[in-house]
T-cell receptor, first 112, second 117 residues
Framework: EPEVTQTPSHQVTQMGQEVILRCVPI?????FYWYRQILGQKVEFLVSFYNNEISEKSEIFDDQFSVERPDGSNFTLKIRSTKLEDSAMYFC??????????FGNGTRLTVT | AQTVTQSQPEMSVQEAETVTLSCTYDTSESDYYLFWYKQPPSRQMILVIR??????QNATENRFSVNFQKAAKSFSLKISDSQLGDAAMYFCAYRSANQGGSEKLVFGKGTKLTVNP
């Protein structure tokens, strides 16, 4: 069964540094997402991406965040200047026109 | 805005027994989808079961079934014949049907299920 893959599985960065989280969605899916889960809390929607543009974003997704689909297969989340409170598990997900959401295994981001 | 509430932070069940996890939600929409996701210690999010609001029949997937009460806005998950591998965090989630193909989900805070041997 096709999977959403995310790299790296764990990323440690210093406060103020830029970080890029990478994802390869399922190949025939059309919608791409990033969700975030701070340790011990619920999963929160960050952004959805369709037809090469952001279709919806949450209030969490401020100017420090950006997404890109640079080459037709990868889907990236960039955090421009990380803060301590950005430490969380970041999940990439994708879906087709009628298929449900498929999540990747997540990237654990630790900001020190 | 839609909200999802899981009132049980933790639940435990004996192996082979049945357990029910509660979920309520708030929405003004008439058409939507509801989901249960399982998150084992590996942190992966795994879809357990999905329910379309327009379907009166409760969804079932092997040992997992739901009790969907639309008027009460309740969507509980029943796990029968619990197994040690069922131990995980369980998240209830809501999705509006008015999103085209988009799958923006609103999650509850989760219920941690422990299965005792």
């Amino acid at each position: 069964e096709p999977e959403v893959t995310q790299t790296p599985s764990h990323q440690v960065t210093q406060m103020g540094q830029e970080v890029i989280l990478r994802c390869v969605p399922i190949s025939n899916h059309l919608y791409f997402y990033w969700y975030r889960q701070i340790l011990g809390q619920k999963v929160e929607f960050l952004v959805s991406f369709y037809n090469n543009e952001i279709s919806e974003k949450s209030e969490i997704f401020d100017d420090q965040f950006s997404v890109e689909r640079p080459d037709g297969s990868n889907f990236t989340l960039k955090i421009r200047s990380t803060k301590l409170e950005d430490s969380a598990m970041y999940f990439c997900a994708s879906s087709g026109q009628v298929s449900p959401l498929h999540f990747g295994n997540g990237t654990r981001l630790t900001v020190t | 805005a839609q909200t999802v509430t899981q009132s049980q932070p933790e639940m435990s069940v004996q192996e082979a027994e049945t357990v029910t996890l509660s979920c309520t939600y708030d929405t003004s929409e008439s058409d939507y989808y509801l989901f249960w996701y399982k998150q084992p210690p590996s942190r992966q999010m795994i879809l357990v079961i999905r329910q379309e609001a327009y379907k009166q029949q409760n969804a079932t997937e092997n040992r997992f079934s739901v009790n969907f009460q639309k008027a009460a806005k309740s969507f509980s998950l029943k796990i029968s014949d619990s197994q040690l591998g069922d131990a995980a965090m369980y998240f209830c989630a809501y999705r509006s049907a008015n999103q085209g193909g988009s799958e923006k989900l609103v999650f509850g805070k989760g219920t941690k299920l422990t299965v005792n041997p």
